[in-house]
């Protein structure tokens, strides 16, 4: 009887086996991960911003010089202090300051005088934290005025359109050398008070007295909104006869 062998077999060897799943598992894990976003720099909202840097802010006097009467304030000076006023108001600018000349010839008679100048300047629209006296060095002179005035501020935009590159060259994803420098030009051009690119407002005080109130309600539970308005109503209301 004769015994057919075996077909000869290749076995892998193990430790190649191994190597060879790891690797496989490897690959399909990262085909499974999602790659890793990037994201790009604001490249154009930097640009735009060094233009804004440049807008240029200056503080400038509105000042006017007021002869110290021992009877007070004129009426040419009284309507020089409206006018004043007014030109304060559209500046929004922060204070108005009356300095009195000390050390001139009638001491006396200019503090009087720049007390009744701070009470018109408020009678005519200034409120009264923002109206303040001070005192300057008249150095002996005998006809020192009162000096009244504020300080307001000018902007200046940059000068745009200097230089212009190929503005279809955008291979780069650069943005060209005007680009903000229309906005930052508008900006100065047609903001309302300048010194608001500066430093923010001064803040108005709290209410007190409406702070009180709503707490006292809240703790007795009761509503601590204001009441209804009934004539606040989207409705079309009738012709006067």
């Known amino acids: 009887m004769t015994h057919n062998p075996m077909p000869p077999t290749f076995s892998m060897p193990l430790v190649f086996r191994a190597g060879l799943i790891g690797a496989v598992l490897v690959g399909l894990s990262a085909c499974a991960t999602p790659p890793t976003?990037?994201?790009?720099?604001?490249?154009?909202?930097?640009?735009?911003?060094?233009?804004?840097?440049?807008?240029?802010?200056?503080?400038?006097?509105?000042?006017?010089l007021l002869v110290a009467h021992a009877a007070g304030v004129s009426g040419n000076q009284d309507d020089a202090l409206r006018a004043l006023v007014g030109r304060w108001l559209s500046a929004e600018a922060r204070?108005?300051?009356?300095?009195?000349?000390?050390?001139?010839?009638?001491?006396?008679?200019?503090?009087?005088m720049a007390a009744q100048v701070r009470n018109r300047l408020i009678m005519y629209g200034a409120p009264d934290p923002r109206v303040r006296i001070a005192g300057y060095d008249a150095a002996g002179r005998s006809d020192a005025p009162l000096r009244v005035g504020f300080e307001y501020f000018v902007a200046e935009g940059?000068?745009?359109?200097?230089?212009?590159?190929?503005?279809?060259?955008t291979r780069n994803n650069q943005a060209y050398g005007n680009f903000g420098c229309a906005m930052a030009a508008n900006l100065a051009?047609?903001?309302?008070?300048?010194?608001?690119?500066?430093?923010?407002?001064?803040?108005?005080?709290?209410?007190?007295?409406?702070?009180?109130?709503?707490?006292?309600?809240?703790?007795?539970?009761?509503?601590?909104?204001?009441?209804?308005?009934?004539?606040?109503?989207?409705?079309?209301?009738?012709?006067?006869?």
């Open 95 to 112: 204070e108005i300051v009356v300095s009195a000349p000390v050390g001139g010839a009638d001491p006396a008679a200019a503090g009087r």
């Open 189 to 241: 051009a047609q903001v309302a008070n300048p010194e608001d690119l500066l430093r923010p407002r001064d803040s108005a005080p709290a209410d007190a007295g409406r702070r009180d109130t709503v707490l006292g309600k809240y703790r007795k539970g009761e509503v601590t909104s204001s009441a209804k308005d009934e004539q606040a109503k989207g409705t079309i209301s009738k012709a006067i006869n």
């Open 158 to 169: 940059p000068r745009c359109g200097d230089t212009w590159e190929n503005l279809t060259a």
């Open 37 to 64: 976003p990037t994201v790009a720099p604001p490249l154009a909202g930097l640009e735009a911003n060094q233009w804004r840097d440049k807008i240029k802010i200056t503080g400038e006097p509105d000042e006017i």
